[in-house]
């Protein structure tokens, strides 16, 4: 697509609605809806995927944070690759140019953009609660004094298990070891300056902040430029799991001089359940063959991979970090997808994701009115968040969000009482949120 074309209306849709998103200038109407549809050069994108039904009808998909819809093209992708293997069996791994051998690098200008990376600091590979551990080895490195790790408080699961394991496999006590930020007394969400303080009073003893780059509960995007640069002023590394973040919300990873993070692919990035993640090395890394890790034959110096011979050598850069060869089948799928955030630009779709999640907020304020019954606990800058919104339902709880599902919304809830919304600027409308809007009025006024 034309992108320059998409900035030119983008400048027409904010010269009524500013980026900013100045409440006043959104309209709880239908009509509205649709003009910004009709406006929307990434509309189109819509037609590229597959939705759920409900009851029949074809579902609002607000789920994305969860698992991402299915790009009609994934068919395809997948069986080329069936055929590949049918007709080639085991000359796959080296026939054309899509060769099994080296497919890994297939996706690797896509994931660079989405990340801001260079190519060479980004693999797709393993999953993700794996790539956490295999990372830590390298970069966690509990020396003397300086053992600490900083994270958020309530993190994701997978996430907190890997640290309490980690440091209990370098012989150290989780209670002693890791340090959990939580937001301060009657907010939901960190305020930087008190994970930057945290950072100065540790400095000492810190030897990493590890924490996710947007928070799956609240949606908060946290400031990992600035605590990038806090924790390696102190001397420790940073790292993130951009699991809600890859594909949401601009990354410039390599600028920013994060030492490494990683991802899954399945979320955002709309390549199937269970699918490849990915991880980013920094490049002041790439050669850094002193690191310890645990090595398989695929981060192995490729040149020399088949002489299998003894004595590990690291690829360059993240390739090094690899073990085993390519999940070409799982490869497949996330390339259907990247190929489409290739040709809408990640830049695009931000642009539109902040109108579109901003009239998501819109609505529901709306319709909470003085009520106060629905309360975002997302920060309100557009800066701190991606496209979720989470909020507590502070009355008629669960059989609110049930009923959405009953009228074809999809979403997410978390209990006790949190309903995680996430219009996605690729396959969701405007349209999509005011339909929304108008099912949760009327659940509201059944349940709360
Ligand atoms: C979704 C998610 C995971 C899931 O890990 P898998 O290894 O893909 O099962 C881990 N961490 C975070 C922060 C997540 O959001």
Redo the contacts with the bound molecule.
Sequence with gaps: MDKSNYIYTVEKITQTIPICMENTQYQFSEEFAKSMDAKDPMASFKSEFLFPKVDGNEAIYFCGN?LGLQPKTAKEYLQKELDNWANLAVDGHFHGEDAWYHIRKKSKPALAAILGAEEHEVVAMN????N?HFLMVSFYQPTGQKSKIITEAG?????MYMLETQVKFHGLDPDQTIIEISPREGEHTLRTEDILKAIETHKDELALVMM?GLQ?YTGQVFDMKAITKAAHAVGARAGF?L??AAGNVPLQLHDWGVDFATW?S??YLNSGP?NV?GIYVHERYAEAKELPRFAGWWGHEEGERFKMEKGFVPMYGADGWQLANSNVLALAAHQASLDIFEKAGIDNLRRKSELLTGYLEFLIRQISGESGVLEIITPKNPKERGCQLSLLIHKGGKNVFDEFYKHGVVGDWRHPNVIRLAPTPLYNSFLDVYRFARILEQSLEKFA
Excluded: M, Q, R, V
Excluded at 155 to 159: Q, Y
């Design positions: 969860s999953n993700l609660s794996s956490l993190a994701f699961p997978s996430d996710a799956y799991d699991a809600h899954c399945y979320k269970g993640s």
